[in-house]
């Protein structure tokens, strides 16, 4: 009886501790830490775990479907990436990569394109669901990057990637 009274007494000091912390946001405790240890599998956290993070937030601020649009932008800036890595082995390699203009119609690298915009979508999709979501929202609430990083680079983050990417490829070639 005695035991668990005190136990009882223990969890609401922890419980308050979680939303007194939560109202100060403030960073993460040892306390989460510890609980999302004990609660499920750890978590391995990638740039693009943060850039989604930062998209997940800005969407959710203005009541936008936070998660699919945030894996939108993802879905595009993982093609834009292997659009330039296409260009770079086709004119590195122009006899032996596969994905040249001798090899496909047009036609058929915009079907071949389409597919693999899709497919980066349904990875990201189902790569961020709700519960990687919240330790990631955990991940990253109070870092440091936050305030560094504005908010109009993330978003203009496709953008800025695909001119740089232009630029390279017109030094380059």
Known sequence: MIVSKLWSINNLVLI???VNMRNRKETISRFERNHLIREGK???YYFFDYLYYRLYVVYRKY???ARFSACGVLCMVSVIVLFFFSIFFASVLPDYWIFTRK???PSQGA????GVSVL???IFYLRYT???TAAILL???GNSWNKLIPVWMILFFPLILFLTGIWIVRTIF
Do not use: D, L, Q
């Open 42 to 44: 750890k978590y391995r």
């Open 130 to 132: 709700n519960k990687r």
């Open 103 to 105: 090899n496909f119609t």
């Open 16 to 18: 308050e501790t979680f």
């Open 139 to 141: 991940k990253y609430k």
């Open 63 to 65: 009541n936008e479907p």
């Open 120 to 122: 980066c979508f349904v």
């Open 111 to 114: 079907v071949i394109g389409g």
